[in-house]
Nanobody
Framework: QVQLVESGGGSVQAGGSLRLSCATPGYPYSVSLMAWFRQAPGKEREWVASIGTGGGSAFYADSVKGRSTISRNSANNTMTLQMNSLKPEDTAMYYC????????????????????WGQGTQVTVSS
């Protein structure tokens, strides 16, 4: 089965930036949709951003809109989330998700859309 591998997390001061990446090593086909979710301790998982085939369609949660940019390299199915002006509220475990089958017809922010998930990368933002 295909695995998703996240990287780029770390600890930064408020106002700083991080670039998260998600790779799909070994998968030879195009991925219809990829997304980032995050979950802080004691809180529910929340959607962050999604990007469609070819990178032409991008969607952002209100909490990160204007501060984040999602992109992808369709040639290798690598997705990137550039996060700027980070806030302590951004502290969470960030998970990569992908719709590999293309057969789950849900909205790009709906976790039911995605059939493959990574193990997460931690983002910590201090005041």
């Amino acid at each position: 089965q295909v695995q998703l591998v996240e990287s780029g997390g770390g600890s930064v001061q408020a106002g700083g930036s991080l670039r998260l990446s998600c790779a799909t090593p070994g998968y030879p086909y195009s991925v219809s949709l990829m997304a980032w979710f995050r979950q802080a301790p004691g809180k529910e998982r929340e959607w962050v951003a999604s990007i469609g085939t070819g990178g032409g369609s991008a969607f952002y949660a209100d909490s990160v809109k204007g501060r984040s940019t999602i992109s992808r390299n369709s040639a290798n199915n690598t997705m990137t989330l550039q996060m700027n002006s980070l806030k302590p509220e951004d502290t969470a475990m960030y998970y990569c998700a992908a719709d590999l089958s293309g057969g789950r017809w849900y909205a790009p922010h709906d976790p039911r859309r995605f059939d493959t998930w990574g193990q997460g990368t931690q983002v910590t933002v201090s005041s």
